[in-house]
């Protein structure tokens, strides 16, 4: 059973820094691209960043120079390392894995305040 474990959510005040890590686990083919994608109160779910097993990475304008996606040292697992935050960034934070299908992690909040 696939199962993405998210962590590093937290309360953070603007101008701060966290670091999201997702591991994967269950998945018993090659993962071909894994990110972050973030839930706003009462908006859509958007892509921030993703990479790709190749290392090629797309990330949104938002997340562009204040965000940094890498893959763990273990290959099944994927950091988000946000910088200078922004009430803007508030929201849940899902992992997503592609592998032989999509799945999503449980989601791991996020709230910076001003």
């Known amino acids: 059973q696939v199962q993405l474990v998210e962590s590093g959510g937290a309360l953070v005040q603007a101008g701060g820094s966290l670091r999201l890590t997702c591991a994967a686990s269950g998945i018993s083919s090659s993962i071909n691209t894994m990110g972050w994608f973030r839930q706003a109160p009462g908006k859509q779910r958007d892509m921030v960043a993703i990479?790709?097993?190749?290392?090629?990475?797309t990330d949104a304008d938002s997340a562009k120079g204040r965000f940094t996606i890498s893959r763990g040292d273990a290959s099944n697992t994927v950091n988000l390392q946000m910088n200078r935050l922004t009430r803007e960034d508030t929201g849940v934070y899902y992992c997503?894995?592609?592998?032989?299908?999509?799945?999503w992690g449980q989601g791991t909040q996020v709230t910076v305040s001003s």
């Open positions: 990479i790709t097993y190749a290392g090629t990475i």
């Open positions: 997503y894995v592609l592998s032989s299908r999509g799945c």
